[in-house]
């Protein structure tokens, strides 16, 4: 059974997750937004998603982009846990999964290490 979760506690644990990065990374993010949304229009399972150009791919062309931004999709990751514990659990996945997106760090190198 999913678990019910109103949207203030979810941003929360997206605040949360975020603040679990150290801060040598969060401080080097560079222009990119945060976002929470009930779930993507197209891809409804979708549990998050990074887009823009990631750091790694920047160039002195970059100048007036507009922000990247990450988006964590609420309702497919509380439909895919038992408890809030693993609400916790899937939420920090998620948003260092996007994060690291965000650095250039690929789907492969993050699923061979664990992080979805």
Do not use: K, Q
Request: glycine content about 8%.
């Amino acid at each position: 059974m999913p678990v019910t979760m109103g949207e203030e506690e979810f941003e929360g644990l997206v605040g949360d997750a975020l603040d679990s990065i150290p801060p040598e990374l969060t401080d080097a993010m560079s222009n990119v937004v945060i976002l929470v949304e009930p779930h993507h229009p197209d891809e409804p399972g979708l549990l998050g998603l990074y887009e823009g150009i990631a750091l790694t791919e920047r160039d002195s062309s970059y100048g007036f982009a507009v922000p990247d931004t990450i988006t964590i999709y609420r309702e497919p990751l509380l439909a895919m846990c038992a408890s809030r514990d693993e609400v916790v659990d899937e939420v920090a996945i998620t948003v260092v999964h996007e994060v690291a997106h965000h650095f250039g760090i690929s789907d492969d190198w993050l699923h061979a290490h664990g992080w979805g």
